[in-house]
């Protein structure tokens, strides 16, 4: 049974860039959450989505931005990328976007701005 | 706004011993969940106990257990019996419309 899974690992930016990561929820698993955790942190809550629409959403700009597949895959999309966004960017899942459910996490993606 | 307080930034235990890590919370919720997970250095965060907060009785997952003070804002986790495999942050978290994370606690095991 295949857990959340996170691509790529590591991704290296400039300043200015744009990019995009991947998630691929828990098998059975509906809603994706995005976190974004700096350095000696706790995760942030950036936004959430559940059939193929952003339900909640964090304190993020809007140069934040995502989308959900039909087959619950998701995808955050950062424009504009400043030196502030270097951080580990955890994908979490669930079954609903029911509070009391435990989120599922991936590895994360490593993203380094220079 | 919820906020989620781990006032230990680092703690250490001898292996076999027992050690208790703090949290704190603020909610405005009535109906609101409370959750312990652990990020080794592999970084995947890992769900270690889960706490209704309707629920008097403290959750208890073999050698962790949490002592829940529902009046005080309190949630702390107590890991029993430490091995070396403990070895890692700890978030507290607590549930409204989203997931609110406190700033983790490092946990070292001295074998």
């Known amino acids: 049974d295949a857990g959340v899974t996170q691509s790529p690992t590591h991704l290296i930016k400039t300043r200015g860039q744009q990019v995009t990561l991947r998630c691929s929820p828990k098998s059975g698993h509906d809603t994706v959450s995005w976190y974004q955790q700096a350095l000696g942190q706790g995760p942030q809550f950036i936004f959430q989505y559940y059939e193929e629409e952003e339900r909640q959403r964090g304190n993020f700009p809007d140069r934040f931005s995502g989308h959900q597949f039909p087959n619950y895959s998701s995808e955050l999309n950062v424009n504009a990328l400043l030196l502030g966004d270097s951080a580990l960017y955890l994908c979490?899942?669930?079954?609903?976007?029911?509070?009391?459910?435990?989120?599922?996490f991936g590895d994360g993606t490593r993203l380094s701005i220079l | 706004a919820q906020t989620v307080t781990q006032s230990q930034p680092e703690m250490s235990v001898q292996e076999a011993e027992t050690v208790t890590l703090s949290c704190t919370y603020d909610t405005s919720e009535s109906d609101y969940y409370l959750f312990w997970y652990k990020q080794p250095p592999s970084r995947q965060m890992i769900l270690v106990i889960r706490?209704?907060?309707?629920?008097?009785q403290n959750a208890t997952e073999n050698r962790f257990s949490v002592n829940f003070q529902k009046a005080a804002k309190s949630f702390s986790l107590k890991i029993s019996d430490s091995q070396l495999g403990d070895a890692a942050m700890y978030f507290c978290?607590?549930?409204?419309?989203?997931?609110?994370f406190g700033t983790g606690t490092s946990l070292t095991v001295i074998p």
């Open positions: 706490q209704e907060a309707y629920k008097q």
């Open positions: 979490a899942s669930s079954q609903g976007t029911f509070s009391n459910q435990p989120q599922h």
């Open positions: 978290a607590c549930t409204g419309n989203q997931f609110y």
